[in-house]
């Protein structure tokens, strides 16, 4: 945990294997590896382990970024199961959300650090970020 924000860094740990269909999980069951780790199971043969609870919920526009993109990928919307290629997309995807995480206290931290006199950031439009 660090100083500026309350999260904590998790490593990742992801298997993928071929894939027959695709149902986005309603709510995963917990991992192998405790409490804040949920198993990712789209169908008997496709599953990721072991993925930091804090990635599967992380949130973009209000969607959550890895569900959603796995509901694009259903059988019933491709017409086709998932592909090898595109379940190593998913695992690529969640190892750079997870490091991206991992790294928030340091980017905000630095953030802090180059603002002017601790002026709070601003988005383009003018409005206060923090």
């Known amino acids: ?5 309350p ?3 998790k490593n990742l740990k992801i298997a993928s294997k071929t894939v027959s269909s695709c149902r986005t999980p309603a ?6 590896l405790g409490q804040g780790f949920l198993d990712i199971h789209l169908n008997p ?18 969607y959550q970024v890895l569900k959603k993109w ?3 990928r259903e059988q019933s919307i491709l017409h086709r ?8 997309q998913f695992t690529h995807h969640t190892r750079r959300i997870t490091a991206l995480l991992a790294e928030t206290c340091e ?4 953030y802090e650090s180059v603002l002017p006199n601790n002026q709070p950031r601003q988005n383009p439009d003018g409005k206060t970020l923090l």
Do not use: F, I, N
Not at 46 to 52: G, I
């Open 45 to 62: 043969t496709t599953h990721w382990k072991d993925l930091p609870e804090e990635t599967w919920k992380s949130t973009l526009g209000g």
């Open 70 to 72: 796995l509901s694009y």
């Open 1 to 5: 945990m660090c100083a500026v924000c």
């Open 107 to 110: 980017l905000d931290r630095h």
């Open 27 to 32: 709510k995963p069951p917990p991992g192998t």
């Open 7 to 9: 999260r904590k860094s």
């Open 81 to 88: 199961p998932l592909t090898q290629e595109e379940a190593e």
